[in-house]
């Protein structure tokens, strides 16, 4: 039987080397993309709470439809290596997986699908647009866009435990009252204060795959 039975993944540089909305940004002005990867960054650290960066990047970003489209391609060219063989092997494994992101639906469900996870295993943010498909407004009161929102939704999957939350940032440690165990993962970006409250520290899916099916230990 495996180690965990359930395991809840991060996307933006866990199961992909990219953050979402620095991507777009990259597409605007350069200041833009620089306040806002500072400001990705800041909530990382965890020096400034979500919900204050999170319409702050929004409303600097305003991502269109069609750019949620071409993210969800960029989240796939740059899929960590070897997550789409762990991810296989997990649920032929019988372990559930869901992704619980703070990165928009739109171009996480896609990505999710390429790696073999259906739509009611992501839980992400989801963004209204006008009918050119443009930027409208974003659900302010959805939980992940609140501090221990990710929590918040990992409780509600009433998943099968042990369950293992996975990720590179500090909301994605915040799980970890709502788990058995809290793996850093830095095969991306090695965040101090979030390994230094870790159960464990992965460097690749590969290694997270034998903590999940605890193989050859
Ligand atoms: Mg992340």
Known sequence: MPRF??????????????????????????????????????????????????????????????????LARAYWDNVAPGAATAVARMLAAGVRIDVVSSGFHDAVAPFAARLGLPPDRVHAVRVDFDGQGNFASFDASAPLVVQGGKRVVAESLRLRRPVLAVGDGITDAEIRPAADAFAAFTGFVRREPVVAIADFTVGSFAELERLVLASGE
């Not at 909305?21 to 597409?27: F, G, L, N, Q």
């Not at 500072?38 to 979500?50: E, F, S, Y």
């Open 5 to 70: 039975l359930s395991v809840i993944l991060d996307v933006d540089s866990t199961l992909s080397g990219i953050e979402g909305i620095d991507w777009i940004a990259a597409r605007r002005d350069p200041a833009v993309a620089r306040s806002v990867a500072q400001l990705t960054a800041d909530a990382m650290a965890g020096k400034r709470t979500l919900p204050e960066v999170y319409g702050a990047r929004l409303e600097i970003v305003k991502p269109a439809a069609a750019e949620l489209r071409e």
